[in-house]
């Protein structure tokens, strides 16, 4: 996987992080919950890209 696609990866975790601290501030448990989902969602991806470099290596 292309490095570009690995920063997005990386960036979407971070940013799923930075809502569910958001929602936890504010109070807002709908913006909280996605963060979570985005961060799951991230972390499955590089999860993935980093099974396919193994296997490629």
């Known amino acids: ?3 570009g696609k690995k ?3 990386a ?3 971070t940013k799923g992080k930075a809502k569910e ?6 109070g807002n448990e709908t913006l909280e919950m996605k963060g979570r989902r985005e961060q799951m969602a991230g972390d499955a991806k ?3 890209s980093k099974a396919k470099d193994t296997l490629k290596h």
Request: overall charge positive; glycine content about 12%; proline content about 0%.
């Open 21 to 26: 601290e958001t929602g936890k501030a504010v």
């Open 11 to 13: 960036a979407k975790t």
């Open 46 to 48: 590089q999860a993935a």
């Open 7 to 9: 920063a997005k990866n």
């Open 1 to 3: 996987m292309g490095a």
